[in-house]
């Protein structure tokens, strides 16, 4: 199974960020696909979520800002973050929860940075 996160970087304050992530490898389908970051000393805390029906949740921190969305065809999920503030600065990670039809397992990305500064 692999994880590809693409997006994130230098943001300026007030700016808008994308960011999407793609499940691939042979798996029977993808269940909850989301977003979370972490900042050195913290814990990793949830951005958003999506679940392969649709159902979505998102972190408080972020409420009013967040969109995501998702793509079965080919388990992509687009994650769209506005009104960037400096305490979004983070590494952003992907998580995925795989069905193996016998089996579910969580798998991560490598993670992506963003910093939001002028």
């Known amino acids: 199974v692999q994880i590809v996160e693409s997006g994130g970087g230098l943001v300026q304050p007030g700016g808008s960020l994308r960011l999407t992530c793609s499940a691939s490898?042979?798996?029977?389908?993808?269940?909850?696909m989301g977003w979370y970051r972490q900042t050195p000393g913290k814990e990793r805390e949830l951005v958003a979520y999506?679940?392969?029906?649709?159902?979505?949740r998102f972190g408080d921190s972020v409420k009013g800002r967040v969109t995501i969305s998702r793509t079965n065809a080919n388990y992509t999920i687009y994650l769209q973050l506005n009104n960037l503030v400096p305490e979004d600065t983070a590494v952003y990670y992907c998580?995925?929860?795989?069905?193996?039809?016998?089996?579910?397992?969580?798998?991560w990305g490598q993670g992506t940075q963003v910093t939001v500064a002028s």
């Open positions: 998580h995925a929860n795989i069905d193996f039809e016998v089996d579910y397992d969580d798998y």
């Open positions: 490898g042979t798996f029977f389908s993808v269940n909850d």
């Open positions: 999506i679940t392969g029906g649709g159902r979505r």
